[in-house]
């Protein structure tokens, strides 16, 4: 394909959502390599467990406590219970997102949270970010806060993970042979920066991935910020998201309040799942729509 001919389908997907017509992009596939497959796989209840601790919470969604990883490394956020807005957007039950990196939680409830290298602003309304630290050990914490960036009480427990090396060409395999070899490729494969350019992506789950309900789906953007409806400023937009079984809608819903998350609670069986990126005020589709199939083999009692 000429290179002249790749740019004229760029400018026809951008294009298609404006005109009205639906487009969709392929979500990401399971590991062609069965030992890579089986180490994915292993991991999927802890990505797509429902967390019951309270009714608010925030959280790395593809960071844990103890990770070592190379850098840059992506970092994407979840929150619970409210709902994503820009700074200086002030809806009701939103704020926006901030990673706090080696340093500890701001003694004022009442000031604005500091912009400095140890305090990282997302007031774009992004649900991710990638990180470039210096070896060694850190520690890191999201902390939710408001329109003019103070901060909630809601932040997620300090992680402490380890930057090992900064990043080079060559991809982290999976050695069957070596015990931690499942470990160091998972640790790799959840924080390896994402491609660029502008999608809608679920994070925590991969095409045909086999889940036990209720899950959790964690939704991320990337180009765009998240805006709950109302008049929320340009470049951003809310998810919607459908479940159809049998090519019939299971579920469709419009997470117009900004979330960036949801908890589905579905009976076994084949699903099929569309996420959607769309304009406040007109409904219309911003970005191609994310379609993965989604197999429900269990149901677990929470």
């Known amino acids: ?36 497959r089986a180490c994915w796989l292993a991991h999927t209840r802890e990505r797509t467990r429902p967390n019951t601790e309270g009714l608010t919470s925030v959280d790395f969604s593809n960071l844990r406590d103890g990770y070592v990883v190379r850098s840059p490394f992506v970092v994407a956020f979840a929150v619970r219970g409210m709902g994503v807005a820009p700074a200086g957007t002030a809806l009701p039950n939103t704020g926006h997102h901030h990673i706090l990196i080696d340093t500890r939680l701001p003694l004022s409830l009442t000031d ?30 999201l902390l939710f806060a408001d329109t003019k960036h103070r901060p909630y009480f809601v932040f997620s427990p300090e992680i402490r993970i380890k930057v090992a090396a900064k990043r080079g060409a060559d991809p982290v395999r999976l050695d069957p042979a070596d015990p931690r070899g499942c470990q160091a490729w998972y640790q790799e494969e959840q924080t390896r920066p994402r491609p660029p350019g502008e999608w809608v992506s679920v994070g925590n789950l991969r095409d045909g991935e086999p889940v036990v309900s209720p899950f959790a789906l964690h939704f991320m953007v990337e180009g765009w910020g998240v805006c709950a409806a109302g008049e929320g400023p340009e470049r951003t937009g809310h998810f919607l998201y459908e479940v159809r079984r049998d090519g019939k809608p299971v579920q469709t819903v419009d997470l117009s309040n900004g979330a960036t998350q949801a908890t589905l609670n ?37």
């Open 266 to 302: 579905l009976a076994p069986g084949n699903y099929q799942l569309r996420l959607r990126f769309v304009d406040a005020k007109s409904g219309r589709d911003l970005l191609p729509a994310y379609e993965a199939a989604l197999p429900v083999v269990g149901q677990e009692r929470m």
């Open 1 to 36: 394909m000429t290179i002249l001919r790749r740019v004229h389908l760029l400018r026809l997907c951008l294009l298609l959502p404006w005109l009205g017509l639906a487009v969709s992009a392929a979500a990401a596939p399971l590991p062609a390599s069965e030992a890579e």
């Open 112 to 141: 604005g949270i500091p912009f400095s290298d140890t305090h990282k602003h997302f007031g774009k309304g992004q649900t991710l970010t990638t990180l470039d630290l210096a070896p060694g050990e850190h520690t890191l914490r």
